[in-house]
């Protein structure tokens, strides 16, 4: 179990300042994430384009600002739990016990939710029959490739992740590739190589087809494909592997019993806090009237979630308002008091 | 203004007056328009503002960029005509428009 004074939920630009700000305050804090790096959307939307409306950064880009925000958290040495998403939520004695999908459990006095608009989840075949067979003949993911080892694979998608695959694959494995259009996202490099292999017959590919139905009992058997003429094909497959992307989904937060508002968590506006008392929320996934979805909204409203946060950790102790400036114990924690 | 359908799965149409210049995506949102997601904010980067266009439209529409594409690769059930509404601006020769919203968009 890991005792702190708060957990973060997100690591998005929002996240990462809120933990500075604690920081600066003295509290400790750990931050969760469901995504593998540190950057929220900015990371996984929209790491190369432009930003320009940081205050005091005419124009950055995603990556550029989550490096920056690492940068700044760096003195706190604040722990990350990537690849990991809150589950369970308990309140024992006044503090909050909060599972995670990777079995790690904190105790903390108050959370800060800052998962912008939920966590990152891979997107699924919108087949419902995909569902009793997920896990065992269809992945949106792939651990482990050995199992594919001389096995027949469906793999649907056109961007980089289903050419990679297909293209790795077809060494140890007989690789279907499925795409809805001539056309690819990917990599120009990997689709002239998805191209030469299926010329080889190392590939069979299919384009213009989607997903019509799978058929089996227990596991997977074969799968129909549908062109956009009508005309369907059936063949034989181990597995079926789908590359779609990754949607945002809110996830067990909704089962918190906070106050949900269109897929957004309403708060107050003078700390953040939601309706449950040591629950903050800011950045996108909060609302209030006024809210503007910005970066810069976020940081505001983080650096008030971190002062509430202050009573839950050290209710007897009373948070002066200090200047980083000239602050001897902002600078202490900063590690820069000369 | 112009007047923009919005047809959602129920088979209810929704007729809008929507302001030349936001998009059919916007128009939606800001009229409590069931069924458009648009979680990325109009940025082409979810597929969850993902709408089919009537026949008699398609070819009145703006071409689609290839990042449009792209992203329509990702979105539920896509069909030949599959568009992402962020990416359509509302202007006059749009008066009429009809589009249908999906099922679901995740």
């Known amino acids: 179990m890991i005792k702190k004074d708060v957990l973060i939920i997100g690591a998005g630009p929002t996240g990462i300042f809120c933990a500075h700000q604690l920081g600066i305050i003295g509290l400790s804090c750990e931050i969760v994430d469901n995504l593998d790096k540190a950057g929220g959307q900015c990371i996984e939307l929209y790491p190369d384009k432009p930003i320009y409306d940081i205050p005091a950064v005419p124009e950055c880009t995603g990556e550029e600002l989550t490096t920056n925000l690492l940068q700044q958290i760096k003195p706190f040495n604040i722990k990350f739990h990537l690849n990991e998403r809150v589950e369970e939520l308990k309140k024992v004695e006044g503090r909050w016990r909060v599972k995670t999908s990777g079995k790690q459990e904190f105790d903390v006095a108050s959370i800060v939710i800052a998962g912008g608009v939920g966590s990152f989840e891979p997107r699924k075949f ?50 279907n590739l499925i795409h809805r259009r001539d056309g690819f996202s990917g990599a120009e490099a990997s689709v002239q ?6 010329d080889h017959g190392k590939i069979n590919l299919y384009t ?6 799978v058929l089996g009992n227990g596991k997977i058997d074969s799968v ?10 059936e063949f034989k497959t181990d597995y079926v592997l789908g590359f779609f992307g990754l949607i945002m989904q809110l996830g067990p937060i909704l089962d918190w019993g906070l106050n ?68 001897k114990a902002a600078q202490e924690r900063l590690g820069v008091k000369k | 203004m112009t007047k923009i359908n919005y047809i959602t799965h129920d088979n ?75 990416q359509l601006t509302v202007s006059n020769e749009l008066d009429g428009l009809v589009v249908n919203i999906p099922s679901k968009q995740v």
């Open chain 1, 208 to 213: 213009k087809y989607q997903i019509d139905s």
């Open chain 1, 260 to 327: 949900i508002n269109k897929k957004t968590i309403e708060v107050n506006t003078e700390n953040f806090e939601t309706n449950i008392d040591g629950i903050f929320a800011i950045g996108d996934i909060c609302t209030y009237p006024g809210k503007l979805k910005l970066i810069l909204s976020g940081f505001h409203e983080g650096a008030l979630a971190a002062r509430g946060c202050f009573k839950y950790a050290k209710p007897d102790e009373k948070l002066r308002f200090e200047f980083t400036t000239t602050s």
């Open chain 1, 193 to 198: 190589k998805v191209k030469d292999l299926n």
């Open chain 2, 12 to 86: 209810q149409t929704h007729t809008i007056d929507v302001q030349n210049g936001l998009t059919v995506m916007e128009g939606a949102v800001q009229n409590d328009i069931p069924g458009i997601d648009a979680d990325c904010g109009g940025g082409m980067a979810c597929a969850t503002c993902h709408v089919y266009i009537n026949e008699e439209w398609l070819d009145k529409l703006p071409t689609k960029e290839d990042g449009e594409e792209d992203m329509l690769d990702m979105a539920f059930e896509p069909k030949q005509n599959s568009r992402l509404s962020c």
């Open chain 1, 224 to 233: 129909k494909i549908k062109h956009d003429d009508g005309e369907t094909k």
């Open chain 1, 126 to 175: 919108p087949l419902k029959e995909c569902e009793k067979f997920e896990g065992s003949s269809v992945f949106y993911s792939i651990k482990d490739k050995t199992v594919f080892k001389d096995k027949t694979i469906s793999i649907f998608g056109g961007g980089d992740s289903a050419l990679d695959w297909a293209i790795e694959l077809s060494n140890i494995s007989k690789v």
